[in-house]
Nanobody, 124 residues
């Protein structure tokens, strides 16, 4: 059973950067596709970025392309979401999720395991 833990959220000014981490202290994440999702107040949870097992491919929502980068460190068993040029509309609780087999990687329903989330607030 995976136990995903996100960290790295916080308050940042527009145009700033944050790096979120998704770690698992038990089983290796190597064989899992990892997705990053976010949920703003009153809105549905949406896919932001994902990375396949083995780091073969990545995918991004149009709203974050060119600003966010997802990566994986196998040695640390951790997946990262580097967020640059942050905007107020990026404010949300960010979640990481994992699944062994994936069809549509930015789809919430595809994922089996979820972290507890970390708050990202972009405000001046």
């Amino acid at each position: 059973q995976l136990q995903l833990v996100e960290s790295g959220g916080g308050l940042v000014q527009p145009g700033g950067s944050l790096r979120l981490s998704c770690a698992n202290s038990g089983f290796t994440l190597d064989y899992y596709t990892i997705g990053w999702f976010r949920q703003a107040p009153g809105k549905k949870r949406e896919g932001v970025a994902c990375i396949s097992s083995g780091n073969v491919w990545t995918s991004y929502a149009d709203s974050v392309k060119g600003r966010f980068t997802v990566s994986r460190d196998f040695a640390k068993n951790t997946v990262y979401l580097q967020m640059n040029s942050l905007k107020p509309e990026d404010t949300a609780v960010y979640y990481c999720a994992a699944v062994r087999r994936i069809n549509v990687c930015l789809l919430v329903e595809e994922y089996d395991y979820w972290g507890q989330g970390t708050q990202v607030t972009v405000s001046s």
